[in-house]
């Protein structure tokens, strides 16, 4: 079993639609992270957070410690989402590498 | 405020060959974390580096290696290239130990 999962591990949508895409993580962790892949590998972060709801223009992340759980919204989705979303998990304490999930393949039709 | 940087952007070497691999984080961050995406793999964690040490390591045999330079640029050495070692090198950089990690674009390495 993964240390984190995402689903759904693809999502095609029409543009203007709510998504969100999820993360569950089996480990103890300092940090969760959201990340973009565009096509061609350039990785973008999107969100580090480690409690409760962080909101940046239609992106809208949030977490649950107590359930090992994250989710990414996007609201008033347009064809430019269209990407790659990773999650991924940082457990600190000396040990910070990253640890991913699978990600989540993003179309917004027009 | 310049990115992480990382280069080549392509390098194509073949079986037994060494690939050296460079990052130059954004400036004032003082951690680099080296990331492998293999086709079908996704992405796995490589090496950190700290403050000119190595903090942690991934689970990749000993050929990866690297180091970090009092500037805290870095560079990926992988000795006696396997084909599996076909993949997209990604570095970051944080500031400090624990923070945000910011991405460079990659190095594509192809071993024939």
């Known amino acids: 079993k993964n240390e984190v999962e995402q689903s759904p591990q693809n999502l095609t949508a029409q543009e203007g639609e709510f998504i969100t895409i999820n993360c569950s993580y089996s480990?103890?962790?300092?940090?969760l992270h959201w990340l973009q892949q565009h096509p061609g590998g350039g990785i973008v972060s999107l969100f580090m957070l480690s409690s409760g709801k962080k909101k940046h223009g239609r992106l809208i992340a949030t977490i649950n410690i107590q359930e090992k759980h994250s989710s990414l919204h996007i609201t008033a989705s347009h064809p430019r989402d269209s990407a790659v979303y990773i999650c991924a998990v940082s457990n600190g304490g000396g040990a910070d590498g990253l640890t991913f999930g699978k990600g989540t393949h993003l179309i917004i039709q027009p | 405020e310049a990115g992480v940087t990382q280069s080549p952007t392509h390098l194509i070497k073949t079986r037994g060959q060494q690939a050296t691999l460079r990052c130059s984080p954004i400036s004032g961050h003082t951690s680099v974390y080296w990331y492998q995406q293999a086709l079908g793999l996704g992405l796995q964690f490589l090496l950190w580096y700290d403050e000119g040490e190595e903090r942690n390591r991934g689970n990749f045999p000993p050929r990866f290696s690297g180091r970090q330079f009092p500037n805290y640029s870095s560079e990926l050495n992988v000795n006696a290239l396997e084909l599996e070692d076909s993949a997209l090198y990604l570095c970051?950089?944080?500031?400090?130990?624990?923070?945000?990690?910011?991405f460079g674009p990659g190095t594509r390495l192809t071993v024939l």
């Open positions: 480990v103890g962790i300092s940090a």
């Open positions: 970051a950089s944080s500031f400090q130990r624990y923070n945000e990690q910011f």
